[in-house]
């Protein structure tokens, strides 16, 4: 760890030319976990890194540095390459380092660091047992639990100095089942901010069954219709449609270069009056949170969308210098390799009052999916797809045959507000989000929403 | 950090393993070096420079193979690399052996192709081709509303493998390479697009045939329209192939034909594709810029075709999956990191190309779709199976010429039914870099794709 008195020296040096905001971010992480095959361990693993990031701006120029060698005197050399390569601006004042300030958005009560890894072993090994023994389709197994603990130092030319310790854990488990020369998978990848206790309370078996009957009954789907039709998806990791088909565009790296669909869309309407949206990095326990952000910013629960309408976007430092606006303390990075930028936490559409039972009940013809994968979207057209990975047909208000290979296409203005129900089942699920400043935690998350209207892109013809 | 010192302390990490009980041992060090400049708006809005290294450490007791890695290069870091393997040991109960390797004849390896052009790669030098790179492209069209997105950046630095069998393996090399992405608006439709270049020498990179690339991708968008949902001939664009193949590629790694996870298992030496196919991996291919002379195995490199007129002649095996399936280590064992595992990976790849030029693929689907870009390749697929239903972005072919642009379309198939319907390999071969080095692969004619859209013609 660097001394208070090691990081105003490299402040001052990344200060001493024409920057106007200098910032010092040290991070340490630790991470362990174990994985299985069909049962066996097959690999396990520990690894220590630790690194120095430092920033400087000159309005919206940037300059970052980096380097796994925290010797203070290179550091500073460093900073005062930087220093000579800023562009712009004007000569600020340093203030002097506050007092240090710690926090966690942690409550632990068995640490995850400590669990001896055989323990990790024997709860998936558990799974593997289950699965395999379920039914004879079941022919693969794979399992992980990993853990990580990491530290981060923000310290800045304005006097912040605070620390942050988070640790998170995530269990994987997968299964494939085989029919003939057909083979679908299902699987659970549940992430905590808690102990291992998360892992010790976790339905491990009822879940087992749930990825076995998944994949089985994929492997017997026929596939999926094209073309245009009322969408129903799921609760839980169905939220990725909202976190690939907005989430992005209202993050400052695109609103503020005005290169977002949703650029200039402040209290206007955006969405459907049904939907209501937050990115929450203040819930406790929940994979994506935080108590401060890679800048040092003090997380938020933020609304996005109330009724229909744009309240706020996700506003870095860079991003409050380009808009002028305040930050919105959602500043992330992978890791001490990455300057930061703004990103999401824990997003989610707010509940609403309908029973998914009933959304369902009023769907006349249209595909359910009840498992979504990933996906992806262009933030300048608003063009997102993403794939399904569990889907039902739905006919006459029941639900139907399951079908396979439906892929969801559109762009997310436009599913925004054909978004013309909202359950009340709502439930977060966790994912790791890749942009520009790298791999993040984040969740997604909604209760059953319906789209009165979207593009399936299947392999059958679909039903007029 | 200096190379001697980082050498200096894997060779004391080898030797104090055998101290921990360990009876076979390696060490891996890697530093990158890298440096990029990023545009926006008639400034340098970005740069960036570091110096990361790290080392791992993998040692094996009772066949089984325990691994650590750490950033740290002090004595506290010997004692946590070797205890932390030996804890990991303690859990491992894999099936198949691990191999620590050295062939006696090939101890010493040693590729350094550093060019002499990297001294070039300045931050004066990448502002300058930047700022005047972003004006090209805004010049393009007043219809270019933003140059989203434009970086130069540069990389190099050394990795090194040291064994205690003997082997002492030292690979250098550099590349630089730039990607720009614009947005245009025309009558309230927005389309966005990108290219990028890469090489050794930015001395190399033109600016003019960079943005007329760029043009073509951003502005050939607009008046892109949906179509009816059917049954087509499509002319697979060449980086549209190189996508699709990449997805799907891990299922001709040996590791998972033994593991029964890929479909390709049991199936060396039968047709999986058209005869018209091959697709060969050649470490030294003559238009390659990478040359991969050995794998982070230590085992040496070698040219062979993985399908050779539509037949499957071997997957990519390193030492592990080879002693599974009772075979050689074809030299595909690599690791994408100092932290990585060894897993499957590859030099260069080449389809073999054809003789009809883009042109003639055209003329001969006659009526069908060009397609230039497949998205969502990460979640629109079944990477077991093969399934993909895929949203992508191309023309029409009409009366064998490229027509209207399409959008809002998907393409569905399976991968192994699309090697075999491919019934004709053009020769416009592009590179790109992927694995180890470069793929090189031209467009493909594929017969029969189901297409959904949502609009009448």
Known sequence: MLSDSNISRILEAAMSKTADFAEVFYEENSARGIALLNGKVTGAGTNYDAGVGIRLMAGTNVVYVYSSDKDPDTLIKLALEAADALKGGSPAEIKALEALCKSTPNRIMIDPMKTPKSDMVDFIKKASDYATSYNEMITQTTGSISTGNRLIRVCNSRGLNKEESQSRIRLSFEVIATKGNEKQTGRIAPGSMRGYEFINEYPIIEKTQECCDTAIRMAGAGYAPSGKMPVILGNGFGGVIFHEACGHALESTSVGIKSSCFTDNLNTQIASPVVSAWDNARIEGEWGSYMIDDEGNESSNLQLIKDGILTNYLIDELGSRRMNMPATGCSRRSNYSYAPTSRMSNTFIANGSESPESIIADTEYGLYCTKLGGGSVDTATGEFNFASNEAFMIRNGKICEPVRGATLIGKGQEVLMDIDRVGNDLELSAGVCGSISGSVPVTVGQPTIRVSSMLVGGREAGEE | ?457
């Open chain 2, 1 to 457: 950090m200096d190379v001697k010192l980082a050498e200096q302390f894997m060779l004391k990490l080898i030797e104090k393993s055998s101290e921990y009980g360990f009876e076979e041992a390696e060490a891996s060090f890697m530093n990158s070096s890298s440096m990029s400049v990023d545009i926006l708006n008639g400034e340098v809005s970005s740069y960036e420079r570091s110096s990361d290294q790290g080392v791992s450490f993998r040692g094996k007791i009772n066949g089984q193979m325990g691994t650590a890695a750490t950033t740290e290069f002090d004595d506290d870091a010997l004692d946590f690399l070797l205890s932390s393997a030996l804890e990991n040991i303690g859990v491992l109960n894999d099936e198949d052996e691990h191999f620590i390797y050295c062939d006696p004849n090939n101890s010493n390896l040693r590729y350094e192709a550093l060019s002499p052009n990297y001294v070039k790669n300045t931050y004066n030098r990448f502002a300058e081709i930047g700022l005047d790179l972003e004006k090209r492209i805004l010049a393009i069209d007043p219809a270019v509303k933003g140059v989203d997105y434009l970086s130069i950046s540069c990389g190099t630095g050394p990795q090194i493998i040291i064994n205690s069998k003997g082997l002492h393996a030292y690979r250098d090399d550099d590349s630089v390479s730039i990607y720009a992405g614009a947005h245009a608006e025309k009558d309230g439709v927005v389309k966005s697009g990108g290219y990028y270049w890469y090489g050794t020498d930015i001395d190399e990179f033109n600016a003019e045939t960079f943005t007329k690339e760029l043009e073509k991708r951003l502005m050939g968008k607009f008046g892109a329209r949906s179509m009816p949902s059917g049954s087509y001939d499509i002319v697979l664009g060449n980086e549209a192939f190189i996508s699709m193949i990449m997805t799907f590629f891990g299922n001709f790694s040996g590791y998972s034909m033994m593991k029964g996870i890929s479909l390709l298992a049991g199936k060396e030496g039968e047709t999986i594709a058209a005869s018209c196919f091959t697709l060969k991996e050649d470490p030294f291919y003559e238009k390659a810029i990478y040359k991969v002379p050995f794998d982070s195995e230590g085992v040496t490199t070698r040219a062979k075709a993985f399908i050779d007129k539509g037949v499957f002649k071997t997957a990519m095996y390193n030492l592990r999956s080879a002693a599974m399936a009772g075979k050689e280590s074809t030299g595909n064992g690599f690791k994408s990191g100092y932290k990585a595992n060894v897993s499957a990976s590859f030099t260069n790849l080449v389809v073999e190309p054809g003789t009809k030029n883009f042109e003639q693929l055209c003329e001969t689907v006659d009526d069908g779709v060009y397609i230039t870009e497949l998205n969502g390749l990460h979640a629109g697929v079944n990477a077991i199976s093969g399934d993909f239903s895929l949203f992508c972005e191309g023309y029409r072919i009409k009366g064998g010429k490229i027509s209207n642009a399409v959008e809002q379309i998907t393409i569905s198939d399976n991968f192994y039914s699309v090697l075999k319907k491919i019934s004709e390999v053009g020769n416009d071969l592009i590179a790109e870099p992927h694995g180890e080095g470069e793929f090189f692969c031209p467009s493909v004619i594929i017969k029969d794709i189901s297409v959904a859209g949502d609009a009448e013609e």
